[in-house]
T-cell receptor, first 114, second 112 residues
Framework: GAGVSQSPRYKVTKRGQDVALRCDPI?????LYWYRQALGQGPEFLTY????????KSGLPNDRFSAERPEGSISTLTIQRTEQRDSAMYRC????????????FGQGTRLTVV | DAKTTQPNSMESNEEEPVHLPCNHS???????IHWYRQLPSQGPEYVIH???SNVNNRMASLAIAEDRKSSTLILHRATLRDAAVYYC?????????????FGTGTLLAVQP
């Protein structure tokens, strides 16, 4: 696709429900990143993949959060048993890979837990 | 992760140059220096990156100190559209360090 695509753009869910957020990276991009951003704050790193391998998940806040990228392309971030504190903008980015390449960000998914 | 330090905020006048500083005294020899910005209600946007030499592109210039412990992002003529939060990020080599960690950034205000 032309850019990084995230879906849904907006998600309202009841506390205790599970949600799955999808990220479709730019075709051919090796690296894929997930971030969470609260209002007025900078993006908070959650996890990243090279191809299908999860390289670093140190930013996932607890075991309710998980991510996968089974075929090295589309990725899903899953939050189980959502809580109100999970409400935030969730952003995905992709890059060709390597420390000298630029990352492209999607428009994000605004998650609201009520 | 190597840390960066930036001023919380800066102000500039439209059509004047802006110099945004970043300190990274613990930078390692293989860390790249990346700059991203985030406009209001938008996702982060790549601006520029470099390793040792100064870099120029259509958006900005990046001046890197000889000892690499600091760098400066230069916007040659600020416009109202440049009002954003600017993030200076170090990106390391290999596995766990090959990731973008955003700090608090510098909020740039541009006055007409």
């Amino acid at each position: 696709g032309a850019g990084v695509s995230q879906s849904p753009r907006y998600k309202v869910t009841k506390r205790g429900q599970d949600v799955a957020l999808r990220c479709d990276p730019i075709s051919g991009h090796v690296s894929l990143y997930w971030y969470r951003q609260a209002l007025g704050q900078g993006p908070e790193f959650l996890t990243y993949f090279n191809y299908e391998a999860q390289q670093d998940k140190s930013g996932l806040p607890n075991d309710r959060f998980s991510a996968e990228r089974p075929e090295g392309s589309i990725s899903t971030l899953t939050i189980q048993r959502t809580e109100q504190r999970d409400s935030a903008m969730y952003r995905c980015a992709s890059s060709l890979g390597g420390r000298g390449t630029e990352a492209f960000f999607g428009q994000g998914t605004r998650l609201t837990v009520v | 992760d190597a840390k960066t330090t930036q001023p919380n905020s800066m102000e500039s006048n439209e059509e004047e140059p802006v110099h945004l500083p970043c300190n990274h005294s613990t930078i390692s020899g293989t860390d790249y220096i990346h700059w991203y910005r985030q406009l209001p209600s938008q996702g982060p946007e790549y601006v520029i990156h470099g390793l040792t030499s100064n870099v120029n592109n259509r958006m900005a210039s990046l001046a890197i100190a000889e000892d690499r412990k600091s760098s400066t992002l230069i916007l040659h003529r600020a416009t109202l559209r440049d009002a954003a939060v600017y993030y200076c990020i170090l990106m390391g080599y290999g596995g766990a360090t090959n990731k973008l960690i955003f700090g608090t950034g510098t909020l740039l205000a541009v006055q007409p």
